[in-house]
Each structure stands twice: as structure tokens, then as C-alpha cells.
């Protein structure tokens, strides 16, 4: 009996390596990563909404300066929000809503990112989430400059 129990602890913990190794979830492990980290391997989510907006907003922040001034100060103008996911189209990462020249206002956006939509398609294309919030801010900012979605995908956003 106490054989079985051994070899049971010994095939256990085999299977567990495999499938640590197999993720790359071993290697996340020894280098110290949180299990947050480790999971963007795996495909599952584990990032609190909060933390998403935080990261989010710090890349759009991170953003801004690099644009050009005239692009800068319009996209200033424009408030971004953040939402999960679209109430109706779950593959949209993110849509820029130009107010009409006949509304009161001249207000222009507002930009919304769907985070966890853009944290999905970041981790099944293995790319950062920043910079997916980044590819997908910069997109729907070109639909306010005027790009159409042609135009928009020829400049590589």
C-alpha cells in the first residue's frame, strides 16, 4: 500500500510537470511570474477588470505624446472610454462615435476599447495587451482624422 502511494504522488506530480512544461507555465514559475502573467500562455484570464482599465489608460497616455501635435491636441479632445466587450458584436476590439454636425454640440468621439475583447485577441495572436490597446486606439483615431477602414488598414493600424 505504501508503494501505490508513492508511485501515485511520483504520477501526480509527472502529470503536472507535463502540463506545466506543455503551457509554459514551468518556465513562467521559475522565472517568478504571477500566475496573471503565466496565463497569457494559456489563454484564460485572470486580470481583474480594474487593472485592465489602469493598463489601458497608461498605454492611451503613453500614446498621446508620440502623435504629431495637430493629431495630438484633436485626440486630447476626445474622451475614450472602456467597456468590455461590444453589446452586440463580440469580435469588435474597439469604434470611434462621430457626433453629428447636426447635434448641439461640436464635441467629437467618443473612442470606446473593448478590453476584454482586446486582451483575447491579444493572447490568442501572442501579442501584449498594451499593445494591442495601442494598434486599436491609434485605428479608431484615424476614423477621426477621416480615414475609412481601407485607409486606416493601408498605415498598418
Known amino acids: ?3 501505490v502511494g508513492i508511485l501515485g504522488g511520483f504520477v501526480s506530480g509527472l502529470l503536472l510537470f507535463i502540463y506545466l512544461a506543455s503551457t ?3 518556465s513562467t514559475w521559475r522565472k517568478g511570474e504571477s500566475i496573471a502573467q503565466a496565463n497569457k500562455y494559456t489563454g484564460t ?3 481583474a477588470w480594474d487593472e485592465l482599465i489602469q493598463r489601458a489608460q497608461r498605454q492611451i497616455d503613453l500614446t498621446l505624446p508620440e502623435l504629431p501635435a495637430e493629431v495630438r491636441l484633436a485626440a486630447e479632445q476626445i474622451p475614450c472610454l472602456f467597456q468590455e466587450v461590444h453589446p452586440t458584436k463580440r469580435r469588435v476590439l474597439g469604434v470611434y462615435h462621430n457626433v453629428g454636425a447636426t ?3 461640436t464635441r467629437k468621439g467618443p473612442i470606446i476599447l473593448y478590453l476584454r475583447t482586446i486582451e483575447n485577441y ?6 501584449g495587451f498594451e499593445e494591442q490597446v495601442r494598434a486599436t486606439y491609434l485605428h479608431e483615431l484615424g ?6 477602414e ?3 488598414r493601408e498605415r498598418g493600424l
Do not use: E, P, Y
Open 150 to 152: 481601407g485607409q486606416v
Open 1 to 3: 500500500m505504501f508503494i
Open 143 to 148: 476614423h477621426h482624422v477621416g480615414w475609412n
Open 24 to 26: 509554459q507555465g514551468l
Open 45 to 47: 484570464s485572470v486580470v
Open 103 to 105: 447635434d448641439m454640440t
Open 122 to 127: 491579444a493572447l490568442r495572436r501572442k501579442i
